[in-house]
């Protein structure tokens, strides 16, 4: 603790960070007004939404009593703009992070892959002849009569009902869920980029 608040004097987050989360990762109990000094750590950092977690952490734990609870209430108000910032903003999720093209579909949003319905064939065997093209009837002297399957036309196969025989399926891409961004490591400065190539 004494080493964080050391880093914290000399405007050293980047220091301050690392050593608040290894106290984190250590699992000993944590000081009192460790969420608080990591708040404003994070605040720093640009990590808003991080920041506000432990910011809130702060102030349950320790209510009106807290020995930073002027300094707590400020933050609060300090996160006010940056939190709504990150809301209001298109290019980055909610923690305020920038989001990027997915990579697998390119930001399309789908995917076009072989269809697996008819293992890209475009064509099914006929369910009711079972391939065969003809069907048989009992006439009423109970003898096996022979006819062409009316479903494929006694062709015994279908075009594929899933891709029109296209042999191609599309389908939401799996790794964005179809939305076709995906988050990245980089905070965002709600700035588009189109915007950032003027500069
Ligand atoms: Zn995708
Ligand atoms: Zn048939
Ligand atoms: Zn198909
Ligand atoms: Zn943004």
Do not use: W
Not at 44 to 57: C, G, R, V
Not at 100 to 124: H, P
Not at 177 to 182: R, T, Y
């Amino acid at each position: 603790m004494k080493g964080a608040k050391a880093a914290l004097e000399r405007n050293d987050y980047e220091a301050a960070n690392t050593i608040f989360r290894n106290m984190i990762d250590s699992g000993q109990p944590l000081p009192e007004e460790m969420p608080y000094l990591f708040a404003e750590t994070l605040f720093q950092l640009k990590q808003y939404d991080n920041s506000a977690n432990f910011l809130n952490k702060y102030l349950e734990l320790t209510g009106f009593t807290g020995s930073h609870y002027e300094g707590a209430q400020a933050l609060h108000k300090r996160l006010e703009t940056p939190l709504k910032e990150i809301i209001e903003c298109q290019l980055c999720d909610r923690r305020g992070y920038r989001y990027k093209v997915c990579f697998t579909c390119e930001g399309k949003r789908q995917i076009e892959q072989d269809c697996n319905y008819c293992k890209a064939k475009g064509v099914v065997g006929c369910s009711r002849c079972s391939g065969s093209g003809m069907v048989t009837k009992m006439n009423i002297f109970k003898i096996v009569e022979y006819f062409e399957c009316d479903r494929c036309a006694g062709k015994g196969r279908l075009t594929c009902p899933v891709c029109e025989g296209s042999l191609k399926e599309v389908s939401s891409c799996q790794t964005c869920n179809g939305s076709g961004k995906l988050s990245s490591e980089d905070i965002c400065d709600h700035i588009a980029e189109e915007a950032h190539e003027h500069i």
